[in-house]
């Protein structure tokens, strides 16, 4: 009993938690890919593995990603000299100069329907970093009342756009 859950401990305890049935899956693709890549002398094509294992190709693909393994975000994937570059910053999202002038486009205008006191509100609370408690001290209320303001804003600001 206990050398059973030991192994299904090893087994099961990963990263990420894959099914059993998908591991199993996994196995089998495993096996005949192994199986046809020996018969055929090269590697199978995914229809051609699909075929011989009577699995839809969607499933088998599924199978096969699940079965990849983890990689680090903090993973190197280039260096230099002087730098190193991970996957993280090769990964980072580049807003483009028309999508951010369209944005701040699109700001202006959202703002220019709130009154003075709703546009310092959000200002404060999404341009300036500032807390709850810290907008409601700058503005003699209390942090419910910041917080029911700012929901009410928020709400019709998305009615807007």
């Known amino acids: 009993m206990i050398a059973g859950e030991i192994k299904r401990y090893l087994r099961d305890d990963g990263l990420l938690k894959v099914s059993r049935s998908l591991k199993e899956n ?47 975000l903090q993973k190197s994937v280039y260096q230099g000299e002087n730098s190193e570059i991970s996957l993280s910053d090769k990964l980072a999202h580049k807003e483009n100069p028309q999508e951010k002038l369209l944005n701040r486009i699109l700001l202006e205008e ?17 341009f300036q970093d500032m807390t709850q408690m810290e907008v409601a001290a700058e ?18 600001l998305k009615e807007l756009i």
């Not at 590697?43 to 393994?69: G, H, N, Q, R, Y």
Request: charged share 35%.
């Open 26 to 72: 996994y196995y089998r693709v495993y096996k005949k890919r192994e199986e046809l890549e020996y018969s055929m002398g090269r590697e199978p094509m995914i229809t051609e593995l699909s075929k011989a294992l009577e699995m839809p190709v969607e499933d088998l693909v599924m199978t096969m990603e699940a079965a990849a393994e983890v990689e680090s």
């Open 110 to 126: 959202l703002l220019a329907h709130l009154d003075k006191r709703e546009r310092q509100l959000i200002c404060m609370r999404y």
């Open 139 to 156: 503005l003699g209320i209390s942090q419910v009342q910041v917080s029911r303001l700012e929901k009410r804003i928020l709400n019709r």
